[in-house]
Antibody, heavy 123, light 107 residues
Framework: QVQLQQSGPGLVKPSQTLSLTCAVSGDSVSSNSAAWSWIRQSPSRGLEWLAR?????????DYAVSVRSRLDINAVTSKNQFSLQLNSVTPEDTAVYYCAREAAARGYGMDVWGQGTAVTVSS | DIQMTQSPPSLSASVGDRVTITCRAS??????LNWYQQKPGRAPNLLTYAASSFPSGVPPRFSGSGSGTDFTLTISSLQPEDSGTYFCQQSFTTPRTFGQGTKVGIK
């Protein structure tokens, strides 16, 4: 059974960096049949896909234009986890953040989700 | 970006009713359309993928259809546990995009 376990702070000060980690069990972040995404949800923006990373003989990453200049997504194969770093946060980045697996066998639907991390950006 | 438009934004129906939610993409996405159910305080849960396929464990009262730009999620006989918010999402291209959601309530 594939599980995703998120970790990271719930409170970040404006202008600082938000760092979240998603630990994968039951699958490999280096799988050739999956991609690993970060999504956030807020009342004002709804569900907003942020980025994904995947391995197909080498690592690839895709980003949402709205956060491209501030966001970095990385996989750490030795720990079987992937992470999100969002720089220069503002109160607009307050949201529940989720990690998720996109499964090629399911049309790249997001079939496994982390538990979510409620992040507040405030001084 | 591909815009996903759902309707209605909310609905209330009785147990046993047939419920239909629609989703329209701003450009053709083939059958790269997924539906999710979300309960309050929980992560979304994949309900259908590839427009009309189901992960194991999804009750047969749920069905999905459509291709191109127009898609439908149908609940053939609404049950109390079906209350929640339903989202469509395209996986045709990045950035992935979601509909704004349809909140389903039980009368």
């Amino acid at each position: 059974q594939v599980q995703l376990q998120q970790s990271g702070p719930g409170l970040v000060k404006p202008s600082q960096t938000l760092s979240l980690t998603c630990a994968v069990s039951g699958d490999s972040v280096s799988s050739n049949s999956a991609a690993w995404s970060w999504i956030r949800q807020s009342p004002s923006r709804g569900l907003e896909w942020l980025a994904r990373t995947y391995y197909r003989s080498k690592w690839y990453s895709d980003y949402a234009v709205s956060v491209r200049s501030r966001l970095d997504i990385n996989a750490v194969t030795s720990k079987n986890q992937f992470s999100l770093q969002l720089n220069s946060v503002t109160p607009e980045d307050t949201a529940v953040y989720y990690c998720a697996r996109e499964a090629a066998a399911r049309g790249y639907g997001m079939d496994v989700w982390g538990q979510g991390t409620a992040v507040t950006v405030s001084s | 970006d591909i815009q996903m438009t759902q309707s209605p934004p909310s609905l209330s129906a009785s147990v046993g009713d047939r419920v239909t939610i629609t989703c329209r993409a701003s450009q053709t996405i083939g059958t790269y359309l997924n539906w999710y159910q979300q309960k309050p305080g929980r992560a979304p849960n994949l309900l259908t993928y590839a427009a009309s396929s189901f992960p194991s464990g999804v009750p047969p009262r749920f069905s999905g259809s459509g291709s191109g730009t127009d898609f439908t999620l149908t609940i053939s006989s609404l049950q109390p546990e079906d209350s929640g918010t339903y989202f469509c999402q395209q996986s045709f291209t990045t950035p992935r995009t979601f509909g704004q959601g349809t909140k389903v309530g039980i009368k």
